[in-house]
């Protein structure tokens, strides 16, 4: 099962994503919950423990800012659910680095979501709403955050958007958990 969470900042979309969690921890899930922020300056430092606060203790955290696919392959399994929060900050990581891996760090994650038996749920940060950047690397961000979303969303069992707090599904589900 793959559940794919998008909204925009502060729109409830992690909330979201922690809660459908910890339904499935209830049901006897495992969660690995994969952070994909780097601790880059203050104040990022302050939102990675904000969120920190705001999760089980007793689930299992794994901060990952380029190499999803290895994480998708060692908790391939049904009773793991893998949280990954977020997909935007992940493809910044790897836009930023600039070592000429994006594509093939892109293509290593989506094969192993299309393989993976754990039920999977990718939050992410919808881009596409506001007015094209002018600069290149930005440009090339909602480029790419545009076209990793619609391959995840045709994946995905269930897509969801969140404003306001407010889940509204696009993309039904006929899994009774949700």
């Not at 049901?27 to 300056?41: E, K, L, W």
């Not at 299992?60 to 990954?84: C, M, P, R």
């Not at 076209?147 to 599904?169: E, N, R, S, Y």
């Amino acid at each position: 099962m793959i559940y794919f969470i998008l909204g925009g900042a502060r729109s409830g979309k992690s909330r979201h994503a922690e809660q459908l969690a910890k339904d499935y921890e209830q049901q006897g899930g495992r969660i690995i919950y994969v952070a994909t922020a780097g601790r880059f300056d203050d104040e990022m430092i302050q939102r990675i423990e904000h969120h920190q606060n705001h999760r089980p203790k007793h689930w299992q955290t794994i901060e990952e800012q380029y190499d999803l696919a290895k994480i998708f392959a060692q908790y391939n399994d049904e009773q793991s659910v893998i949280l990954v929060d977020c997909l935007t900050l992940w493809l910044s990581n790897l836009l930023c680095q600039d070592d000429g891996r994006f594509q093939i760090h892109k293509n290593e994650f989506l094969n192993e979501l299309q393989k993976t038996r754990a039920t999977v749920i990718l939050v992410s940060n919808e881009t596409g709403l506001g007015v094209v950047p002018m600069g290149e690397l930005t440009r090339r961000f909602v480029d790419e955050s545009g076209w990793l979303h619609q391959t995840i969303a045709q994946m995905a069992d269930k897509v969801v958007f969140c404003v306001a707090g407010l889940p509204m599904v696009l993309k039904p589900s006929t899994n009774p958990l949700t």
